[in-house]
């Protein structure tokens, strides 16, 4: 087992321009307080709730409000990953889904859990055990607290999503494997973030036997062998002892995991309020919607609805007005007998063919010569069909001297050919 120092330069911030450097004049820096059974932790000092912190920070200058980013330890958070092959389309799918597993495992009352959906490479939900001495609704409760104070809670997130963030920041490593491993631990409790390509598949949570190096080494060996490959540990709560065995070779300590509980990531340079490799997370916002106003949506697909109708209207208009009109007139090669004033019907051509084509029959060939003489070729089921279909043909006025031509069984059917004139209007200048 290696230990790394963790390497936590601070991020250098892009300039603020317009809106951002208001923002940037109205809210102050951010404060990141952890909560664990105990109560609310800022560094080293425990705030038995929200409002006795509130009331020992100094009132931020005029016109301004300090960002609170609120961390729930482990101890107070039970993981459900979502197996892929559940019909789970969306975030609310998956929270409804985690919703049932909550109640059937820890009694009704955990219905009224605070939930976060995550996802990444996989997909998640987060619930967050009330602690015992909150009731009601604390998230919103919190909220009208600390605006009233000055300050504006802007996530309630769990506590190994920093730890994700500052893992990263640590160790890049991390981002370039098929498979790695960020190991959370909380005392005996470690919390398990599986990484495809730097980004969460799965979030678990397991306990060690002893909460010591020892017993974290125990732990790591019996992890799967693609897991073990690159790994990393950080957190607090593990007791003071000897290091862990030469076994350990793969997995690396960020900072000293001897540190009390609960871990505090405040001061660690790592910009916590980007979302980094993982979406959601927060409590504040359990489920990501799919579209900020879904009455724009709806709006947007009536609208497509009414364009695509009236195009097909005035698709419709064009072809009724074509299919109204004179005859196309084609005329002939140059220095041809029959050159002046020949036309074809070509609407009316083609659709006296489309009528009377039936069921089964395939058209393989349409030939018109100048002189207006036609080949019919296709296939059919049988010698009546070709029959029908020249039936059809020659009632239908446009053309004459309907024969049926060939008519003749092959391996892909039966093959016919029917001969016919296009009946042609009467060249101008000429008696019929």
């Known amino acids: 087992m ?33 909560l664990d059974a105990r109560g609310f932790w800022q560094g080293e000092r425990c705030f038995d709730d929200l409002t006795d912190w509130a009331h020992s920070q100094p009132a931020p200058p005029a016109g301004t409000r300090r960002r609170v980013r609120l961390h729930i330890a482990g101890e107070l958070l039970h993981e459900w990953p979502c197996d892929p092959t559940l019909p789970l389309a969306d975030d ?13 495992y820890h009694g009704d009352a955990a219905t009224h859990w605070p939930q976060a959906a995550w996802s990444a490479r996989g997909h ?20 009208d607290l600390a605006r009233g104070c000055g300050h504006s809670i802007s996530s309630i997130t769990p506590l190994w999503r920093a730890a994700l963030l500052c893992a990263l920041a640590w160790h890049p490593p991390l981002a370039k494997p098929l498979h790695a491993t960020v190991l959370v631990v909380e005392g005996r409790l470690v919390t398990v973030i599986e990484l495809v390509r730097g980004k969460p598949r799965c979030v678990t949570r397991r306990r060690m036997l002893q909460a010591d190096l020892p017993g ?13 490959s690159c790994c990393v540990a950080l957190g607090a709560g593990l007791a003071k002892g ?14 000293d995991l001897s540190q009390p509980l609960p871990w505090r990531p405040a001061g660690d340079g790592v910009d916590l309020a980007r979302s980094g490799p993982l979406k959601g997370a927060d409590f504040m916002r359990p489920a990501r919607l799919a579209h900020p106003w879904p009455w724009l949506s709806v709006a947007c697909g009536l609208a497509m609805l009414a364009l695509v109708a009236w195009d097909a209207a005035t698709l419709q208009q064009a072809v009724a007005a074509t299919q109204a009109a004179a005859p196309i007139a084609i005329p002939a090669p140059p220095g041809h ?11 009316a051509v083609l659709q006296s063919v ?19 003489r036609a080949s019919l070729q296709g296939l059919s089921a049988d010698d009546a069909t070709a029959r029908t ?16 031509a060939r008519s003749e069984a092959s391996a892909s059917g039966w093959q016919f050919e029917i001969a016919a004139n296009v009946a042609q209007p009467t060249p101008a200048g000429r008696r019929p």
């Open 2 to 34: 290696s230990s790394a120092a963790p390497d936590t330069p601070h991020l250098a911030q892009p300039a603020a321009h317009g809106g951002q450097r208001l923002q940037a004049l109205r809210t102050s820096a951010a404060a990141d307080l952890v």
């Open 389 to 404: 279909v020249a039936q059809s043909l020659r009632a239908s006025g446009v053309w004459r001297d309907v024969s049926l």
């Open 92 to 104: 609310a799918a998956r929270l409804a889904w985690a919703r049932r597993l909550q109640a059937q």
């Open 354 to 372: 489309e009528a009377a084509t039936v069921e089964g029959l395939r058209w393989t060939q349409l030939l018109v010569d100048a002189q207006g």
């Open 216 to 228: 974290l080494e125990d732990f790591f060996l019996a992890m799967p062998a693609q897991r073990r």
């Open 242 to 255: 000897p290091g862990a065995l030469p076994g350990s070779e793969g997995l690396v300590l960020l900072g």
């Open 337 to 347: 007998p029959r050159a002046a004033g020949l036309a074809f019907p070509w609407p």
């Open 124 to 143: 998640g939900v987060t619930a967050w055990q009330y602690p015992a001495a909150a009731s009601g609704e604390p998230i919103r409760a919190w909220r």
